[in-house]
Nanobody
């Protein structure tokens, strides 16, 4: 059974930090392209940060570049998203997605994500004072 479980989302004040986790079951994340997408009310789901399946290269959308960092822990079969200096516009429902496909981090993070990929249920990040 393939399952992705996100965790770590919570309410945080602007300027604060969070680390989101995406733990895989039934699939090896080190063999998958993995990404973090977020859904904000009234907006399309968008790619935030992704890591490639083959070379481990990473991608960050411009708005989070320099503040977020994606990483993969193969021993834990978990992908993390470290979020620093959070801003209100970073808020949203964050989804983890993965697919056994050879693709770069950049292309995996485009658009709204692949509906045929594996998706978690999401973890809510709220940034507010």
């Amino acid at each position: 059974q393939v399952q992705l479980v996100e965790s770590g989302g919570t309410l945080v004040q602007p300027g604060g930090s969070l680390r989101l986790s995406c733990k895989g079951s039934g699939l090896r994340l080190d063999h998958h392209a993995v990404g973090w997408f977020r859904q904000t009310p009234g907006k399309e789901r968008e790619g935030v940060s992704c890591i490639g399946s083959s070379d481990g290269g990473t991608y960050y959308r411009d708005s989070v570049k320099g503040r977020f960092s994606i990483s993969r822990d193969n021993t834990e079969n978990t992908v993390y998203l470290q979020m620093n200096n959070l801003k209100p516009e970073d808020a949203g429902l964050y989804f983890c997605t993965a697919k056994n496909i050879i693709i770069s981090a950049y292309y995996w993070c485009q658009g709204s994500g692949d509906v045929y990929a594996s998706w978690g249920q999401g973890t809510q990040v709220t940034v507010s004072s």
